[in-house]
């Protein structure tokens, strides 16, 4: 019997958990406007496994995914449960991730924006310029080598090595990818990363120039961030995505289902 496939306690409400998160985040980019209608793809690792992740059939626009709707992928790229089509960018960005980054139990890709705008610039950085970015502070990869659609795995597993011990992937002139040892810090990435790169955006409109936090000021507030992080005995990410939830539990429960 495979390992995964072991009956352990807890595991299958763990399961039931991680699907209705993940199906959460999905409706929750589409309420933020960071979703690509069908395209791009958010996956998680099968919680008791390391070689299996969940992905959503393709075609469902992001807006409707249920939890129920969830395949099982391996790394080879064989599904094991659930229906529905595997589109092929999927296996060959997000398994090579899953694969090749210990951190990355969460991998989300999207087009949000904000973001894909700021990688469509000759210089893409995302600057220390508004407290909302701190926390991305000496934690983005940029990759500048687009090469078209990630038509075979070397791709993916080219996006993995740029992004390396980071945890956020600025794709130049494509979007963005993320990752994170659990839902909740991944979507928190995800979505602090679209606000900071609008914030940037909309302050350089003005045509005037950026003024830089100074660097001991940049690495003062990230250690206040690091220690500060847990309010109530929660971690902050917890606390946003249980109140998201919420919302999503009042005006479209069916993700759960
Ligand atoms: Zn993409």
Redesign the pocket.
């Known amino acids: 019997m495979n390992a995964s496939l072991k009956p352990v306690p807890g595991l299958a409400a763990a399961r039931r958990q991680a699907k209705i998160d993940l199906a959460a985040c999905h409706r929750l980019a589409v309420r933020f406007g960071l979703h690509e209608g069908i395209d791009?793809h958010m996956t998680m690792l099968v919680p008791g496994t390391t070689d299996r992740f969940y992905l959503a059939p393709f075609g469902l626009h992001w807006a409707e995914i249920k939890a129920s709707d969830f395949m099982e992928i391996d790394f080879e790229g064989h599904r094991h449960v659930g229906l529905g089509p595997i589109e092929d960018t999927a296996l060959h960005i997000h398994l090579p991730v899953h694969r090749q980054n210990s951190g990355a139990v969460c991998v989300l890709?999207t087009?949000m924006p904000h973001a894909t705008a700021l990688g469509m610039l000759e210089n893409p950085r995302l600057e220390m310029a508004v407290q909302s970015a701190l926390g991305f502070y000496d934690d983005i990869a940029y990759d500048a080598g687009y090469n078209g659609l990630a038509l075979d795995a070397r791709e993916g597993e080219r996006m993995a090595g740029v992004l390396g011990q980071k945890h956020v992937l600025m794709l130049g002139n494509?979007?963005v990818l993320v990752i994170g040892a659990n839902l909740p810090e991944a979507f928190e990435r995800l979505y602090f990363l679209e606000r900071a790169a609008q914030a940037q955006i909309l302050a350089l409109s003005t045509g005037r120039p950026l003024r830089l936090i100074p660097e001991p000021i940049v690495k003062a507030t990230v250690a206040q961030f690091t220690a500060g992080s847990a309010v109530g005995g929660r971690q902050r990410p917890e606390l946003h995505f249980a109140a998201l939830k919420r919302l999503l539990d009042r005006s479209e429960p069916d993700y759960t289902t």
């Open positions: 791009n890709h087009h494509h979007g």
